[in-house]
């Protein structure tokens, strides 16, 4: 298993998470430091990324490490139990931050990729709407004009 996961999973037993049947992960108790232990916190949840749209939950282990975990790869192992390594957790309606466990289905990279593609998430980039891309079309036409030139 995943050690991210496994650390989490402690983290739940330990009740400083709560995950509810909508797949809500609730923070419940939190540390100042190491050697003050958890104490009750106001129970809250965390907010999906701006950038990525995933949902994190960060931690700290007993030992101090700092974790971040994918909320969708959490709650998938809690409802439906370890995820393969080869495998990616999906979510079906594309919402990233929907995390109900009947949202979230096991797909390889690939099968992945090919469904953000037909869903319209993922566009391949050509020409130059790709970033790497460095001559523009217009250069590519005076290329071709002076390589007909002689």
Not at 84 to 106: A, G, Q
Not at 130 to 144: A, G, H, L, Q, R
Request: aromatic share 8%; proline share 5%; charged share 30%.
């Amino acid at each position: 298993m995943d050690r991210i996961i496994s650390e989490a999973l402690k983290m739940v037993e330990q009740g400083v998470f709560e995950i509810d049947p909508d797949g809500m992960i609730w923070r419940l108790k939190e540390r100042k430091s190491r050697k003050a232990g958890w104490y009750p916190c106001k129970r809250r949840t965390t907010r999906p990324n701006k950038d990525s749209g995933y949902i994190y939950v960060p931690f700290q282990n007993d030992e101090g490490e700092m974790f971040a975990v994918r909320a969708n790869r959490l709650i998938y192992t809690i409802f439906h139990g370890e995820i393969p390594h080869d495998k990616e957790v999906h979510h079906k309606d594309n919402n990233k931050s929907n995390n109900h466990p009947d949202n979230l289905d096991l797909v390889t990279h690939l099968e992945n990729q090919q469904l953000a593609s037909k869903d319209g998430r993922y566009k391949r980039l050509a020409g130059e709407s790709n970033p790497s891309d460095t001559i523009t079309e217009t250069d590519v036409e005076k290329i071709c004009a002076l390589m007909a030139e002689g």
